[in-house]
């Protein structure tokens, strides 16, 4: 029995070993099911869209929408669409409806190092 037990422990710590290489790339990171997902502290009522900072925490974006009825939340995912390069129905809203701290996850088949890369050429432009 003890054998079959550690036996079992050394699959599950190989293969938490080959899940690891992904770097931790800050605001952006790659969910269990392998979606693409980025934190993001939202600016509601902003002037004009923006991605105004990237913190090891999140992605600060401005949305030029009132934060009423879900307004700001579908300017949110129409902005980062456009940004990212992806279908709008690739940009979703996972966590955070009615807060300004919200998880974006993206269904698209691309990288975390592509979209931080996008996301970082974005806020530069500012």
Do not use: F
């Not at 997902?37 to 009522?45: C, F, L, R, V, W």
């Not at 129905?89 to 955070?96: E, F, M, Q």
């Not at 269904?107 to 592509?114: I, K, R």
């Amino acid at each position: 029995m003890p054998k079959k037990a550690s036996a079992t422990n050394k699959s599950k710590s190989q293969s938490k070993e080959a899940e690891r290489p992904l770097p931790p790339l800050g605001p952006v990171a790659v969910d269990p099911k392998g979606c693409v997902t980025i934190s993001i502290h939202a600016k509601p009522g902003s002037k004009q869209n923006a991605v105004t900072d990237l913190t090891t925490e999140a992605v600060n974006v401005a949305i030029a929408a009132p934060p009423s009825d879900g307004e700001a939340n579908a300017e949110l995912c129409r902005y980062l669409s456009k940004v990212l390069e992806l279908r709008r129905s690739d940009v979703i809203l996972d966590k955070g409806g009615k807060s300004r701290e919200k998880v974006v996850k993206l269904l698209a088949s691309t990288t975390a190092e592509e979209i931080l890369e996008k996301l970082k050429k974005e806020a530069e432009k500012k």
